[in-house]
């Protein structure tokens, strides 16, 4: 089992059980609304994610991620929420462009 800490979604923590399923299932299944918008298939950023803990608790990055590096659409503490996959407990942050207008975000 691993957590993930949202630190600008008010230290909300997310425990994920089955570490074979992408951090965004993590959050759904906890009803946390989080920007997607290619149904969770890589094909776009929307669902990106500042990582603001030791990159090894989450696996490498996949095809998508790695092409969107190369693109400059990514940045290096980013990671694609559909895609990346958890190791263990780690802390991020949703990125200012990737924020839904009617959720309320904290400045922790």
């Not at 290096?76 to 990346?84: D, G, T, V």
């Amino acid at each position: 089992m691993a957590s993930i800490l949202i630190e600008n979604l008010d230290q909300r923590k997310v425990e994920a059980i089955d570490l074979s399923r992408p951090v965004l299932k993590h959050l759904q299944d906890q009803q946390i609304d989080w920007m997607f918008a290619c149904g969770g298939k890589g094909r776009c950023t929307t669902c990106k994610f500042e990582l603001c803990s030791d990159a090894q608790a989450l696996e490498p990055d996949s095809e998508a991620e790695t092409r969107y590096r190369r693109q400059g659409a990514l940045k290096k503490n980013e990671r694609l929420a559909c895609q990346a996959k958890l190791t263990g407990d780690i802390r991020i942050r949703v990125p200012d462009e990737c924020k839904l207008p009617h959720m309320h975000y904290s400045d922790e």
